[in-house]
């Protein structure tokens, strides 16, 4: 989609582990990617992982969230144009699992 329509990327594993390993709980990695067809403009883009992550767009990182901590909140601006590549490196050490990037127009 085009524009704020697709504006979020939430995957959250809680305690239940994760399906595709097994049910594995703590000591995982996954990274998640995919495009985004952004209307020209300033967008507002905010991650938040537990336990940590680093989020790309366009090729670039643009969040550095990789230290182990409970629920960092990191944010950027960024202009964006068309179709972009974004891609979010996450990383689980232990107890809850989770992560998600929300963008939004900037007025």
């Keep these: 989609p085009r524009g704020p ?3 979020a990327l ?6 239940a582990g994760v399906p ?12 998640i990617f995919g495009s985004v067809d952004f209307a020209p403009g300033a ?9 940590g992550a680093n989020v790309f767009v366009g090729g670039k990182q643009v969040v550095n969230g990789w230290k182990i901590r409970s629920k960092p909140v990191k944010s950027k ?10 891609r979010v490196d996450f990383h ?3 107890s809850f699992a989770f992560v998600r990037l929300g963008w939004i127009p900037e007025c």
């Design 5 to 7: 329509s697709a504006s």
């Design 10 to 15: 939430l995957l959250n594993w809680g305690s």
């Design 20 to 31: 595709e390993l097994r049910g594995q709980k703590d000591g995982f990695s996954a990274q």
């Design 43 to 51: 967008y507002h883009m905010r991650s938040l992982a537990n336990d």
């Design 77 to 86: 601006s960024l202009a964006l144009s068309g179709p972009t590549d974004i």
């Design 92 to 94: 689980d050490t232990n």
